[in-house]
């Protein structure tokens, strides 16, 4: 096979970039180029998210992970490490060792569940709270100031938007969300 591969009919049908050399053929990367390849595009945000958020919590002493957990559990808590590890899109073994550290600031409990005592639940503390509470306003502004310029309905649709593609990439078997966060 020679790697063309003929493309489904879809939004992009209208884009000459994403017809190739003739039509229902694959293009190069270089015919759809970088600014419109939305995996391209979804990184680069992602990492200027991931980087600026990571310097201003350095000033609270607390990693993009401690972060992540105490997230997740200021709005769900108690969850099983399991739970908070996809949520928090972390692998298992760092969300142990994030645990270990925020349950010495004693920002989290783990406490076995009654019913079943091989799972343990992660419960945020008060202490917990009040820490992510101090960094919850560094994230807001940050969010503001990445989506300056787009109107609430162009917000809304951008992440209807995103909700679909983590569908696909649930249907499809890409990457590894298995649930809706």
């Known amino acids: 096979m020679s790697g063309e591969t003929s493309v489904k009919a879809s939004i992009f049908e209208d884009h000459l970039w994403l017809r190739g050399p003739s039509s229902g053929l694959r293009p190069t990367l270089g015919q ?3 600014q419109q390849f939305a995996p391209y595009l979804i990184n680069s945000i992602s990492l200027s998210w991931v980087t600026h958020l990571a310097s201003a919590l350095k000033a609270h002493d607390m990693t993009t992970t401690q972060m992540r ?8 808590s108690p969850v099983t490490i399991n739970e908070l590890s996809q ?31 091989r799972v343990r639940d992660v419960e945020i503390t008060q202490a917990g709270r009040d820490a992510f509470a101090k960094v919850w306003p560094t994230m807001y502004d940050l969010l503001i100031r990445m989506f300056d310029g787009i109107d ?7 992440t209807a938007t995103m909700h679909k593609m983590m ?12 649930r809706d966060t």
């Open 32 to 34: 759809i180029g970088l």
């Open 69 to 76: 957990a105490l997230a997740v559990l200021s709005i769900s």
């Open 87 to 117: 949520f928090a899109l972390t692998e298992q073994s760092t969300m142990s060792r994030t645990l270990d550290a925020l349950e010495e600031q004693a920002f989290i409990v783990r406490k076995p569940r009654p019913e079943d005592l």
């Open 152 to 158: 609430s309905e162009e917000y809304k649709a951008f």
């Open 167 to 178: 569908s696909n990439v649930r249907k499809h078997g890409i990457g590894s969300f298995q």
